[in-house]
């Protein structure tokens, strides 16, 4: 090989690596995928895949946890930091379903997690009668280790990750802050009742398929305590529930799954809270003010209008909602006009 050939061969590659080297400096600094404590350039953090930055960001973290959150979007908005008693973990993610949390939980014990306290919060999706679709990653699935950061931050896809975090909106209606506590990106975005909610109508409910998958998920962590909720749901949703012959299925079904956890709150009753258009909003997703009164109520009670499913009969938990629902009954009318 000439001398000329191999100086271009060598500029090449020189190239390249630098190349190389730059994107990953880039990527890094960004960190869109949260291997390395996120963004330190700005304090928001973008979620482009939590199912894969979440474990991303636990990975070796395990020992500084003694509790851990599963849930889905709605369920990121839990201020983790604000259960007493507790260093929890937030794991929940977007559109997250009962059968991923169990391959999540089992992919932490296989790391050595061995939680105090297992948090789950449930929604009216979690009980369709067609699941939602499962999406794992396939490290989860074998108990691996996630993808290593010195070849996922030489992508160019991650590069695009990487601008969009710095230069662009947020792919999610969610971000996170510099301590990855998770945040409404539309502070100022109040629910409109007379909007329908776009996955409101998913009933009526079947409590069958997850009763079974939460039961599986307790036993992946026997010796902890397993506490669960229901999410807020806006109480015009609720109504409209009732409207169309959905509530009983709807209350059975949180009911049944009561009786797995050791302690089950419903917070989606209607409720001061939930006929508040400003805590919310697209009404399933609340603000940093209602979860904060559920992560401080969730493990001790005293929540005003929240039900304690554990105490209650079937029943008495139909009851309950028509009786809030009548209570409300104007701030529903009123409010949909």
């Known amino acids: ?13 020189g190239t390249l690596a630098l190349c190389c080297a730059l994107a990953f400096a880039f990527n890094a600094l960004v960190d869109p995928l949260w291997y390395f404590g996120g963004n330190k350039v ?66 932490l014990k296989a790391r050595g997690f061995a939680p105090k ?3 789950v919060g449930l929604s009216a999706g979690d009980f369709r009668s067609i699941p939602p679709a499962r999406n794992v990653p ?13 070849l996922a931050y030489m992508s160019l896809d991650v590069l695009v990750m990487s601008r969009r975090t710095l230069f662009g909106k947020s792919p999610l209606d969610r971000v996170y802050d510099a301590d990855f506590r998770c945040r409404a990106a539309f502070v100022s975005r109040h629910y409109d009742p007379r909007i329908p909610i ?22 992946v962590f026997p010796d ?15 109504a409209e529930y009732e409207k169309m012959g959905w509530l009983a299925s709807y209350t059975n079904a949180l009911h049944d799954a009561a009786k797995v956890f050791d302690r089950f709150t419903d917070y989606s009753v209607p409720s001061a809270m939930t006929v508040d258009p400003a805590m919310t909003y697209d009404g399933t997703h609340y603000s ?5 009164k559920i992560a401080a109520t969730l493990l ?25 629902l009548t209570r409300y009954a104007e701030k529903l009318k009123l409010a949909a006009q």
């Open 224 to 238: 902890a305590k397993f506490v669960g909720y229901a999410s807020p749901l806006s109480a015009w949703a609720i």
């Open 117 to 119: 306290l297992v948090i």
């Open 198 to 219: 776009r996955d409101l109508h998913t009933g009526p409910f079947d409590n069958r398929a997850p009763i079974a998958t939460y039961e599986k998920l307790k036993s």
């Open 1 to 13: 090989m000439s001398a000329t050939a191999s100086s271009y061969l060598l500029t090449l590659f």
């Open 288 to 292: 940093e003010v209602a979860n904060g």
């Open 300 to 324: 001790e009670g005293g929540a005003d209008e929240a039900l304690d499913l554990k105490a209650l009969t079937e029943d008495e938990t139909q009851s309950a909602y028509r009786a809030q």
């Open 42 to 107: 700005t304090p928001v953090n973008f979620a482009f895949n939590e199912r894969l930055s979440k474990p991303n960001l636990i990975a070796g973290r395990e020992g500084d946890y003694d509790c851990v959150i599963f849930g889905d979007s709605r369920v990121t908005l839990l201020p983790e930091h604000k259960i007493a008693g507790h260093r929890c973990f937030n794991f929940a993610f977007s559109s997250g379903a009962p059968l991923e949390f169990v391959d999540y939980a089992e992919w």
């Open 138 to 150: 396939d490290f989860i699935k074998e108990k691996a280790a996630p993808e290593s950061p010195f």
